[in-house]
């Protein structure tokens, strides 16, 4: 398992954070299509049968797996960053992090400006506790304190 320090976790924010953005917004327009095809499939129960235009069911259904499969990329994309992905609906992402001689993670979430919060991997986000002064001074790839 990568483990980051920081500095190297908040460095990521930007690309993580776009590839987060581009996996929900897929995942909304797959579940938008994905409630429009319901609602048809209902209203053809509802009325006995009715005649659709199948080129457009089929357009639709494809849309609507490209999305998933966009999705299922960023998400694999995430995971070979090293981050981990918690929680897609809310843009939640932890970062495994050697602090002392335990791996914790550190906690982000979409919105919020820079990597404040850590927890134990037993606690999760409940258990989520402010950055201080140990995550700060951690040895960078040399070897001396930042």
């Known amino acids: ?26 995942k909304r327009s797959a579940e938008e299509t ?5 609602g048809l499939a209902q209203r053809i129960y509802l009325s006995g049968g009715m005649r659709v235009n199948a ?3 089929a357009r639709q259904r494809a849309e609507m797996e490209a999305n998933l499969k966009r999705v299922r990329e960023s998400i694999a994309e995430i995971d070979s ?12 992402l932890d970062f495994p992090c050697r602090l002392d001689d ?8 979409m919105g919020e400006p820079s990597i404040e919060h850590w927890h134990t991997v037993e606690a999760g986000f409940q258990g989520r506790q402010p950055v201080d002064d140990r995550f700060r001074r951690r040895p960078n790839s040399s070897g001396r304190p930042n």
């Open 102 to 109: 335990q791996v914790v993670l550190l906690c982000w979430r």
């Open 81 to 92: 960053i090293g981050a981990q992905l918690k929680d897609l609906d809310s843009g939640l």
């Open 55 to 57: 080129t457009d069911v």
């Open 34 to 38: 994905e409630s429009d095809l319901a």
């Open 1 to 26: 398992m990568k483990t980051f320090t920081l500095e190297e976790a908040q460095s990521l924010l930007p690309v993580l954070e776009s590839l987060l953005k581009r996996a929900m917004e897929d």
